[in-house]
């Protein structure tokens, strides 16, 4: 045996050598895999097509085998998207159990989009993970959606259409930590609403620029439509008081939103996102900037690419509230929560007239009720559920309209309004 070894030594080291390269080599591409595929380090990426004909971004180049396939029972729809959505709030976007209960609703209804909480109304944004310097500097992230990005894949994989809910000027975390960007009262201080809430001064352009930069990375994370929620001038608290400068003797309310939404579709079209806008249900119904806070209709609309009237027929007024009721479309509702048919079809009718005849750009896609407004007081209300829902539902379809987004501050949706798939 010795003499065979002896005989035979230098095919051994020869073999033993191969071996030990072979084994360093296994070592060490894993070593280098783990160190460029850690958290820390994110690996190059391509875009791949997905089963919807769509671009999905940041899979791992070698790796596309590995993305979840989406569900079966996921109904696959065309572009452009007939938005039938429900609005979720940062929070129960980061509760798993909410959230999967909805996304099931979803899955198992005519529901196809959500819109979600990006920046919400005290100014917070929903995960911390933002590259946005002013929001970093003022505080604004929290931790809300724990992972934004596999939120947006949980989203794509169930063929949600996402849509990001920035609440723009009523903003007191910026107005407060940033006062030059504020709204101000008379001796220069900053102003506040009923609520005690500072908001940023729609004039300012500054203000503007925060604003689009969340809606940049919004629509870097996958958001396919930026909706601006509180695209006006603040209503409540003594409005008196407040000095908004030589430009708000120059320039009218009405101009400085239009302008600030023409800028807006400028900025984030070349993303590949629409621009949506939120405006009171009483704006369709009279005429020009009504309530004084910058939403004239036709101005509004002219640039962007949908209106969201928030036609909740409890925020029309009542009898109650000023002993007459509230005309809409030549029809008087004398209590309109009680008429929810009536008053979102006779809204949606003159808001499209309107538009048709300015030749506005924007599309309508209505806010309808999903929530019962008992603070109206009795005989004043009723309990909203699935009828009511689909009582406005047909009327937004009467109207001529294809589109409507459900709004619950619960988020607690009248699945029996629905139709099922």
Same mark, same amino acid.
Request: proline share 5%; glycine share 8%; with cysteine.
């Given at each position: 045996?010795v =003499?065979f070894?002896?005989?035979?030594?230098?095919?051994f080291?020869s073999?033993?050598?191969v071996? $030990?390269?072979?084994?360093f080599s296994? +070592?060490?591409i894993?070593?280098?895999s783990?160190?460029?595929?850690?958290?820390?380090?994110?690996?190059?990426?391509?875009?791949?097509? =997905?089963?919807?004909?769509?671009?999905?971004?940041?899979?791992?180049l070698g790796f596309?085998?590995?993305?979840?396939?989406p %569900?079966?029972?996921?109904?696959v729809?065309?572009?452009?998207?007939?938005?039938k959505g429900?609005?979720?709030?940062?929070?129960? *976007?980061?509760?798993?159990?909410?959230?999967?209960k909805? +996304?099931h609703? *979803?899955?198992?209804?005519?529901?196809n989009? %959500?819109?979600?909480?990006?920046?919400e109304? /005290?100014?917070? +944004?929903?995960y911390t993970?933002t590259?946005?310097?002013?929001?970093?500097?003022?505080?604004?992230?929290?931790?809300?959606?724990?992972?934004?990005?596999?939120?947006?894949?949980i989203?794509?994989?169930?063929?949600i259409f996402?849509?990001a809910?920035?609440v @723009?000027?009523?903003?007191p975390?910026?107005?407060?930590? /940033?006062p030059?960007?504020? #709204?101000?009262?008379?001796?220069?201080?900053?102003?506040?609403?009923a609520?005690?809430? *500072?908001? %940023?001064?729609?004039?300012?352009e500054?203000?503007?620029?925060?604003?689009i930069?969340i809606?940049?990375?919004?629509?870097?994370? $996958?958001f396919k439509?930026?909706?601006?929620?509180?695209?006006r001038?603040p209503?409540d608290?003594?409005?008196k008081?407040i000095?908004?400068g030589? #430009?708000?003797?120059t320039?009218?309310?009405?101009?400085a #939103?239009?302008?600030? +939404?023409?800028?807006?579709?400028?900025?984030?079209n070349?993303?590949?996102?629409?621009v949506s806008?939120?405006?009171?249900?009483?704006?369709?119904?009279?005429?020009g900037?009504?309530e004084?806070i910058?939403q004239d209709?036709?101005?509004? @609309?002219k =640039?962007i690419?949908?209106?969201c009237?928030m036609?909740y027929?409890?925020?029309?007024?009542?009898v109650?509230?000023n $002993?007459?009721g509230?005309?809409v479309n030549?029809?008087?509702f004398?209590?309109?929560?009680l008429?929810?048919?009536?008053?979102?079809y006779?809204?949606?009718?003159?808001a499209?007239e /309107?538009?048709?005849?300015?030749? *506005?750009?924007a599309?309508?896609r209505?806010?309808?009720?999903?929530?019962?407004?008992?603070?109206?007081g /009795?005989?004043?209300?009723q309990?909203?559920?699935g009828?009511?829902?689909r009582?406005?539902i047909?009327?937004?379809?009467?109207? $001529?309209?294809?589109?409507? #987004?459900?709004? =619950?501050?619960d %988020?607690?949706?009248?699945?029996?309004?629905?139709?099922k798939?």
């Amino acid at each position: 045996m010795v =003499d065979f070894i002896k005989k035979y030594k230098v095919i051994f080291i020869s073999i033993g050598l191969v071996i $030990g390269i072979v084994l360093f080599s296994y +070592l060490s591409i894993g070593n280098i895999s783990n160190r460029f595929f850690s958290k820390k380090e994110s690996p190059k990426t391509g875009p791949i097509i =997905d089963q919807a004909g769509q671009k999905t971004e940041n899979i791992p180049l070698g790796f596309e085998q590995y993305l979840v396939q989406p %569900m079966a029972n996921v109904k696959v729809y065309q572009q452009p998207v007939k938005v039938k959505g429900i609005y979720v709030s940062g929070w129960i *976007a980061g509760t798993k159990a909410r959230f999967d209960k909805l +996304l099931h609703m *979803a899955n198992t209804t005519e529901l196809n989009a %959500m819109v979600i909480d990006v920046k919400e109304d /005290r100014g917070k +944004l929903t995960y911390t993970s933002t590259n946005v310097a002013l929001a970093k500097e003022v505080g604004a992230p929290v931790n809300m959606i724990a992972d934004i990005n596999e939120m947006m894949m949980i989203l794509k994989q169930n063929n949600i259409f996402p849509i990001a809910r920035i609440v @723009s000027f009523k903003d007191p975390i910026v107005s407060e930590k /940033r006062p030059e960007l504020a #709204i101000k009262t008379k001796d220069g201080s900053i102003w506040r609403d009923a609520k005690g809430n *500072a908001w %940023m001064n729609p004039y300012n352009e500054a203000s503007w620029q925060y604003l689009i930069d969340i809606s940049k990375e919004a629509a870097q994370l $996958g958001f396919k439509e930026i909706q601006f929620d509180y695209v006006r001038f603040p209503t409540d608290g003594n409005v008196k008081i407040i000095d908004y400068g030589e #430009i708000g003797n120059t320039k009218t309310k009405a101009e400085a #939103i239009s302008e600030f +939404l023409a800028y807006a579709e400028k900025e984030l079209n070349p993303l590949g996102v629409d621009v949506s806008a939120d405006i009171f249900g009483i704006v369709p119904v009279v005429k020009g900037d009504y309530e004084k806070i910058g939403q004239d209709l036709e101005m509004i @609309s002219k =640039d962007i690419d949908y209106i969201c009237p928030m036609v909740y027929p409890s925020h029309y007024a009542n009898v109650a509230q000023n $002993g007459v009721g509230q005309k809409v479309n030549g029809v008087l509702f004398k209590y309109p929560d009680l008429d929810p048919y009536g008053v979102v079809y006779n809204t949606l009718v003159l808001a499209k007239e /309107r538009l048709d005849e300015s030749g *506005a750009k924007a599309k309508i896609r209505p806010w309808l009720q999903d929530f019962t407004a008992s603070y109206l007081g /009795r005989g004043n209300y009723q309990v909203y559920g699935g009828e009511q829902v689909r009582q406005q539902i047909k009327g937004t379809y009467d109207a $001529g309209l294809e589109e409507w #987004i459900l709004w =619950d501050p619960d %988020m607690k949706y009248a699945e029996d309004g629905l139709i099922k798939d």
